[in-house]
């Protein structure tokens, strides 16, 4: 399957939920604003907030995570980038001045990148092939970070009963290892905040 199709496939599913749910958590296909904030949380423990950043936010939805650091009053230059051009709409309203750019957009280079949920939801790709995509899609990320990338995946340590066949359930440890291998000797893996999902982080070497 082409990376067209899959973003065909994936931009048709979270459009239908921003038309079902609106601007709203369930509308991106998370369960609650709590969960959302977690995984925010998880996400930008990436970045030293000690002073102004750039940020890339990958798969932005309608600005959710834009909102959560403008709440905090992080001094952050945002850019979020998303496939369904309604998100990127609804973003554009909600948050007026902000960048807010569609998938045809190469990622602009930032200090950092980050990206929550985008990896969850393959529909009908296989899973080596989404693990392909996802792999060249961390690839892009860390390519447009300067200071470091983090994201997030179900983890395939979830209730086997639980698990959904259009869902991909990550593998901790191998991510880790491609991490390591590829990218960062500073790598963590944050897989103790209550959801059946981890968050990788990648900060670069700081010389």
Known sequence: MSTADIHGQVGAYYGAKLA?????????????????CVRF????????????????????????????LRERSVDVDYRGYDLVPDMIAKARE???????????????????????????????TPVDEWRDYIVQTIDDMARASRRGFAFNLLTSYSDADRMRPDLYYGDPGWFFDLMK??????VAVLHDYGLYEFTIRVRKDPA
């Open 94 to 124: 909600l948050y007026p001045g902000a960048a807010f750019l569609g998938s045809g957009e190469r990622l602009e280079p930032a200090d950092y990148t980050v990206a929550s949920g985008i990896f969850n939801v393959k529909l009908t």
């Open 20 to 36: 079902a749910h609106g601007a709203t958590p369930n509308g991106v296909d998370w369960s609650s604003a709590d969960s959302q």
């Open 181 to 186: 291998r590829q990218y960062s000797r500073w």
């Open 41 to 68: 949380e998880q996400l930008i423990s990436v970045c030293d907030a000690s002073s102004r950043f750039s940020l890339n936010d990958v798969g932005c939805g309608y600005g959710a995570l834009l909102g959560f």
